[in-house]
């Protein structure tokens, strides 16, 4: 098995799609007027409306609910990438150094999920995610 996607549904799909470009710095694949894809080197994102819901199983996803998740990308430079975006995002931290040596930073996208960038720091975390 092989993790491809993580699907946000979103109110307002232009604005989520525009704050993924500009973290991510790839071009959304608008896929139909309601449903966007950014592929990552890792994964793709994808975003859709919320009148997508109704495709899948009515009120089974909801805009704004989500409070469990951190959707997390790994940067070459964390404290370079949270200068080109800390004054076009909501910041929910600071660069900060974690217990098990990643560097990281948090912001919100426009529906309320947080999205870190975090860069490993330790030679215990750059082997751990040597080659992915």
Not at 77 to 87: G, H, I, N, Q, Y
Request: aromatic share 8%; with cysteine.
């Amino acid at each position: 098995m092989k993790f491809a996607s993580t699907r946000l549904i979103a109110s307002d799909i232009n604005s989520m799609v525009a704050f993924y470009e500009l973290v991510t710095g790839c071009r959304a694949d608008w896929l139909a007027p309601v449903f966007a894809e950014i592929v990552t080197p890792g994964a793709s994102l994808a975003i859709g409306s919320a009148e997508t819901v109704a495709l899948l199983s009515e009120g089974s996803s909801e805009p704004g609910a989500n409070r469990t998740a951190i959707l997390e990308f790994m940067v070459s430079d964390v404290d370079a990438e949270f200068a080109r975006l800390k004054d076009r995002v909501t910041v929910v931290h600071a660069p900060k150094d974690l217990p098990w040596g990643n560097r990281t930073v948090q912001f919100s996208d426009p529906e309320g999920t947080r999205v870190a960038l975090y860069t490993p720091v330790t030679d215990a975390a750059r082997r751990r995610f040597a080659g992915r």
